[in-house]
């Protein structure tokens, strides 16, 4: 598990379910049960997720939060789980494929999740000591 990993889990998963994440996410063999729990993620923290509509401009507003255009990709999709990717091929890969996605922008103060099939789509936003 890496920074981006870490950090997203301990601003964006309720805390009930962090510690289950982190030990799913570095167990390589384990980790598929954690990614595939993207498709239908239930354990975001509400406080943080910015909910969107189907025709929301989202690279537009995660620059708006300051993404940097590098960003790092959790994703039940194996082609871009664990890259490191320009934000406008991330976001496109996560629609494309389908798959339960989290593009982290800056670790554990912005990231972009996207459920399996985009049913649904949030802005995960925290300030930093929040």
């Known amino acids: 598990m890496n920074e981006h990993e870490e950090k997203t889990i301990d601003a964006f998963i309720v805390k009930e ?23 239908h993620l239930h354990d975001l923290d509400e406080k943080y997720v910015i909910w969107l509509k189907s025709n929301a401009p989202i690279n537009l507003m995660l620059r708006q939060h300051e993404s940097p255009e590098q960003v790092y990709v959790m994703s039940d999709n194996k082609g871009i789980d664990g890259r490191r990717m320009p934000l406008d091929e991330a976001i496109f890969e996560a629609a494309f494929s389908g798959w339960g996605t989290i593009i982290s922008c800056i670790p554990g103060q912005l990231a972009y999740y996207y459920a399996e099939e985009g049913i649904k789509r949030g802005i995960l936003k925290r300030k930093l000591n929040e």
């Not at 379910?17 to 498709?39: G, P, Q, V, W």
């Open 17 to 39: 379910k962090r510690r289950r994440y982190k030990s799913l996410l570095s167990n390589s063999k384990k980790r598929t049960e954690a990614l595939d729990n993207l498709n």
